[in-house]
């Protein structure tokens, strides 16, 4: 079945040439072996391409549209002009694009292989919530692990698939809005999930329905040099709403791992999106991600996006306001420890009249860790009565951590409003020996200073993302003393 | 029944030495006021004791019910039962008086073991009515745009709710009102007379707050150590005498 001899490596080899047993698991992450039935070998060539592509036995256009991306991936320069150098270091020859367990989505609990029940379990996710975890699509590597809430949305029509899934299942839809929020050449990384994207969401909400629960997945990247391209599609019809919330956790590796997701959303005139992300990527992962929502009249695209862990994360979820009266918003918190590199922000291109948006950027730099804001608000001449509010807060914990803000606000013309504030602040010896005289140790003081910080903002987001939050601060917080 | 033994005491910043032999026991349900001029030590010595970093203890001792502190991390300290009042409390924004110390209460709890919720917050506003807070004061972050009356409120309420076995009081009355200082001083005797009543050092320049809060103790502080100890009639002779008395009697010797 699969194209070519190199390519065709039986799972036994696969495990001997990259041995997932292993890696070490003392440091306190996890990976459990799993044995993948489609592999893509290493390296990207129009083979691996089109080996994918076969694989999930997609129609003639999207393996041209695959193509296409590859050809611009690969005429496309690094963005290393104003973007840190270190993404020389991405060796794209020794990444795995594509593998695939072979399991179906599941439908229920029982039927969920135990290992990953045991991840769940080490990803202290109580028993409650384990339960509610069933109407949870977990993606393990390339596909979907088990989902089973989108039998329950299907009742109100909407759709909710992973996008393997939803491509061969619902092309009219899909074809319609899929890349055309982010163009294939829209950047070298947005190009390169083109070519070679697997899993992801696909959700398509109908006219005037609300979703009562959030849709939720988890992302996870489970096997050495295996680089997860997911990508995500949401369409909010006119006047209908939609909470959207992944979370994504991975073990440690000692190689390089590549993640570069592209999500697109559209809300049409008058509808809601809300986008939640709280992702804690191993520290060796490159997680460069491309999203962006177009808000038609009327409608409302907000982002609430933290970033815990990575080696380079390079992010700046946007909305394009194309509508009148349009809305956008985003709620960034960036944790950048010993190591590692959060360069995240925001994008406002404003479009159309009375437009507004909302900018909040919280980012804490620890040890030798670096944050870096960086944001583009555009508002034409031609514009009136749109207004922006940028807010930029850093918090330095000890005197080795670097942050950097770089602010790209134009607003041109007499009849547009925009505020910006700036702020940096240091956590003290003296608070620190304050709280340790009540009793915490340093650790904990330290969690309490930086969940405080956040605080404003981690109240906005659904309890169960701000407990896990806090949990994920806390143990970052606690390898940072010393 | 506690003690709390401050042992010929040498404190250093740097190198440059702040007390020199400070010597000091304290049993439970005892005041101590420790009285001086400005610079001779006595901030220095409650932080110390506390296990403030920047201070270095080049000699004596410090123990605790027969247990010397002086190799224990300033948490550990806390939890074994010592409390420090600042003179100026850091402030800790986005976190909840309330959260503050529920994580404090909970640091005291061992391994494994739950904070009871509904117990804590019924005993934090058993302690909130005894000091007369309002309810609203402890979903404020702490210290945060506090007054300087807000802020020693807000002491005088955690070392009520943590309830340790000694409590250092650093100038508890700077910086307030005539109003405050009566409505700390009420706080800190609220907690006297107990069963569990902690032993106090109370530090201050100034007699007012001795109005308030009775001494069972009075020493002087001169040239980093104590060099005239009594009862609380002792504080009324210094602030008849001021400070200058304390010289020309000590300078000498």
């Known amino acids: 079945m699969p194209p070519t001899d190199t390519l065709s490596l039986p799972a036994a080899d696969t495990a001997m040439a990259n041995p997932v047993a292993g890696i070490d698991q003392s440091s306190g992450n996890f990976s459990y072996p799993q044995n993948y039935e489609f592999d893509a070998g290493t390296g990207l060539s129009e083979n691996t391409v089109r080996y994918i592509s076969e694989v999930k036995k997609e129609a003639p256009w999207i393996l041209e549209f695959r193509l296409n991306a590859l050809k611009k991936f690969l005429a496309m320069p690094m963005p290393t002009h104003w973007a840190t150098k270190d993404l020389e270091n991405i060796n794209f020859d020794k990444i795995r694009y594509y593998l695939s367990q072979g399991q179906k989505p599941k439908r229920t609990w029982d039927e969920v292989p135990d290992d990953i029940k045991k991840t769940f379990e080490r990803l202290g996710i109580p028993e409650q919530e384990r339960k509610f975890l069933s109407g949870v699509e977990a993606q393990f590597d390339s596909e979907a692990a088990y989902s089973n809430i989108k039998d329950l949305v299907a009742k109100q029509g909407v759709i909710f698939a992973n996008s393997t899934e939803a491509l061969r299942e619902h092309p009219e839809i899909f074809r319609k809005f899929f890349g055309k929020v982010i163009p294939t050449g829209d950047n070298k990384f947005s190009a390169l999930n083109s070519a070679v994207f697997s899993g992801g969401s696909f959700i398509y909400v109908p006219k005037g329905v609300k979703v009562a629960q959030p849709l939720q997945a988890y992302f996870r990247i489970n096997a050495e040099n295996f680089g997860q391209f997911e990508r995500t599609l949401i369409i909010a019809d006119e006047g209908s709403e939609v909470v959207y919330m992944e979370g994504c956790t991975a073990p440690k590796f000692s190689t390089s791992t590549l993640h570069s997701a592209v999500v697109e959303l559209v809300a049409l005139k008058g509808a809601k999106i809300q986008y939640i992300t709280v992702q804690n990527w191993a520290n060796n992962v490159f997680n460069l991600v491309t999203k962006r929502g177009v808000a038609h009249e009327e409608a409302e695209i907000k982002w609430i996006d933290c970033n815990i862990g990575s080696r380079l994360t390079m992010k700046y979820p946007g909305v394009v306001l194309k509508g009148r009266k349009a809305r956008g918003e985003v709620l960034s918190i960036a944790l950048a420890n010993d190591g590692q590199h959060q360069d995240t922000g925001a994008k406002m291109i404003h479009a159309a009249d009375e437009t507004t948006s909302n900018i909040v950027a919280k980012s804490i730099s620890v040890g030798q860790g670096r944050s870096t804001y960086r944001g583009i608000v555009h508002i034409p001449r031609h514009l009136k009565g749109c207004r922006n509010n940028t807010e930029c807060d850093a918090l330095l914990i000890n005197t080795n951590s670097r942050t950097d803000t770089y602010p790209a606000i134009t607003v041109r013309g007499d009849r547009n409003a925009t505020q910006h504030e700036a702020s940096v602040s240091k956590v003290n010896e003296e608070m620190i020996f304050y709280m340790q005289s009540r009793g915490l140790t340093e650790g904990q003081a330290m969690s309490l200073a930086v969940n405080g910080f956040i605080n404003d903002l981690a109240r906005q987001f659904p309890m169960e993302y701000s407990v896990e939050l806090k949990r994920l601060i806390d143990l970052e917080m606690e390898g940072s003393v010393g | ?253």
């Not at chain 2, 410090?62 to 409390?83: H, Y």
């Not at chain 2, 804590?120 to 972050?141: E, G, H, N, V």
């Not at chain 2, 002779?237 to 304390?246: C, Q, S």
Request: hydrophobic share 40%; proline share 3%; net charge negative.
């Open chain 2, 1 to 253: 029944m506690s003690c709390l033994e401050i042992q010929n005491l040498h404190i250093s910043i740097g190198d440059k030495p702040i007390v020199k032999g400070f010597t000091l026991t304290i049993a439970s349900g005892e005041v101590h006021a420790v009285m001086g001029p400005n610079g001779t030590g006595k901030s220095t010595l409650a932080k110390a004791i506390a296990g403030h970093p920047d201070y270095t203890i080049t000699s004596g001792d410090v123990l605790l019910d027969g247990r010397s502190v002086l190799a224990m991390e300033a948490d550990e300290r806390a939890r074994a039962g010592l409390f420090l009042a600042f003179q100026y409390p850091s402030d800790i924004p986005g976190v909840s008086i309330a959260n503050f110390l529920r994580a404090a209460v909970q640091a005291r709890l061992g391994e494994g073991e739950d904070l009871d919720a509904t117990a804590y917050y019924k005993r934090l506003y058993a302690k909130m009515d005894l000091l007369k807070i309002d309810r609203k004061f402890t979903s404020r972050s702490v210290n945060d745009g506090f007054s300087g009356g807000e802020k020693k409120r807000c002491e005088i309420l955690q070392m009520a709710m943590l309830e340790p076995r000694f409590a250092l009081m650093d100038e508890t009355d700077s910086g307030l009102d005539i109003d405050a200082l009566r409505i700390v001083a009420d706080g800190v005797n609220a907690q006297r007379g107990g069963a569990n009543s902690p032993g106090i050092l109370l530090i201050t320049h100034y007699q007012r707050l001795l109005d308030h809060i009775v001494p069972d103790h009075v020493h002087v502080m001169w040239d980093s150590r104590i060099v005239k100890s009594g009862d609380k009639s002792l504080a009324l002779e210094l602030e008849a005498k001021g400070y200058d008395w304390v010289k020309k009697e000590f300078a000498a010797a």
